[in-house]
C-alpha cells in the first residue's frame, strides 16, 4: 500500500492512503468527531473578568472579537511594553524618559472593560463571568453596576440598543457625551456619532456639545430613554421605551448651506 510523506499529512488519523470506501468512512468519522469535540470546547470556553478597586479586568482577547475593552496605557491593544520609543520627537523627551522608568518597575497594562460592556458580555451574549471574590451571578452584577452608577440601567439600555444594531459603542467622555459609535471599530476608522443621552434638554448645553461634535466630525445624537419595570432586576430592559434623533447644524457660506 502506498504511503503518504508525512510532511503531507493533514491530520493524525491518516498514516496511509485509502484505497476503500470502508477506510474513508472510518477516517472521516474520525475528524468530524475531533472537529465538533474542538468547536464545542472552544465555545464552552467563557471570558474571566475580575472587579478589583472599581476597575472589571480581563484579558485582551475581548479586544479582537468586537472591540470589547481598552488598554490602561495604550490606546486600544496592550502595546506599552513593546513600544517604540526612539521615533518619538525631542518635545517627547522628558515624556519618554518618565515612560522609560516606569517601563523598568516591570507594571503589568491591565485591559478594562466599562460596566456596560461587562455586562452585555455576560448578560445579552453569555460568554463572561465576572468575579469578585466569587463568581458573580447577573442579578449580583446589576445589583453591584447600579450601586457604582445609579443611572446603569438607562445607561445599559442605550449600549445594548447600538450594540445589537451592529455598532461598536465605546465611551465619549472625550467629547462630553455618554458613547460614541464605530461603524467597524476604533481599529478601522474614526467614530461617527456621538450619543448624549438626555432628560430636559438646555440649549445651552446642547449648542456646546453641538459643536464639539462638528468641530471633531462626528454627528451627534439624543437618546430619550422611557423607564419602566422594577430597576432591581435586569428584566426591566424589556419595559424600556428608547427613541433618538440626529442633530443637525447649518452653517452659512458664501453660496451654500453645509
Known amino acids: 500500500m502506498k504511503q503518504t510523506p508525512k510532511h503531507l499529512t493533514p491530520f493524525p488519523f491518516f498514516t496511509e492512503l485509502a484505497t476503500d470506501f470502508s477506510t474513508v468512512y472510518k477516517a472521516l468519522k474520525t475528524i468530524l468527531k475531533f472537529i465538533k469535540t474542538f468547536i464545542s470546547k472552544l465555545f464552552q470556553k467563557k471570558i474571566k473578568a475580575k472587579f478589583i478597586n472599581g476597575l472589571l479586568k480581563t484579558n485582551h482577547e475581548v479586544y479582537n472579537y468586537g472591540a470589547f475593552g481598552k488598554s490602561a496605557l495604550s490606546r486600544g491593544l496592550p502595546t506599552y511594553n513593546s513600544r517604540n520609543f ?25 485591559f478594562l472593560l466599562m460596566p456596560e460592556e461587562c455586562f452585555f458580555l455576560s448578560f445579552a ?84 456639545k453641538n459643536r464639539v461634535c462638528n468641530q471633531a466630525k462626528k454627528k451627534l445624537v439624543l437618546v430619550r430613554v422611557k423607564v419602566g419595570g422594577d430597576l432591581n432586576h435586569p428584566t426591566c430592559l424589556a419595559k424600556f421605551e428608547l427613541s433618538d434623533g440626529l442633530v443637525n447644524r447649518k452653517t452659512y457660506s458664501e453660496n451654500q448651506y453645509i
Not at 93 to 107: A, F, G, P, T
Open 86 to 110: 526612539e521615533s518619538l520627537s525631542e518635545k517627547k523627551k522628558i515624556d519618554r524618559l518618565q515612560l522609560e522608568r516606569i517601563r523598568k518597575q516591570d507594571v503589568k497594562e491591565d
Open 125 to 208: 451574549l453569555g460568554c463572561l463571568d465576572l468575579y469578585h471574590e466569587k463568581k458573580l451571578s447577573i442579578q449580583e452584577q446589576w445589583e453591584l453596576f447600579c450601586k457604582m452608577d445609579s443611572q446603569f440601567p438607562v445607561r445599559y439600555a442605550v449600549y445594548h440598543h447600538y450594540r445589537s444594531q451592529g455598532y461598536v459603542v465605546r465611551s465619549g467622555i472625550l467629547f462630553g457625551t455618554d458613547f460614541v459609535l464605530y461603524k467597524q471599530g476604533p481599529q478601522y476608522r474614526h467614530s461617527d456619532y456621538c450619543v448624549w443621552i438626555v432628560g430636559d434638554v438646555v440649549a445651552k448645553d446642547l449648542v456646546e
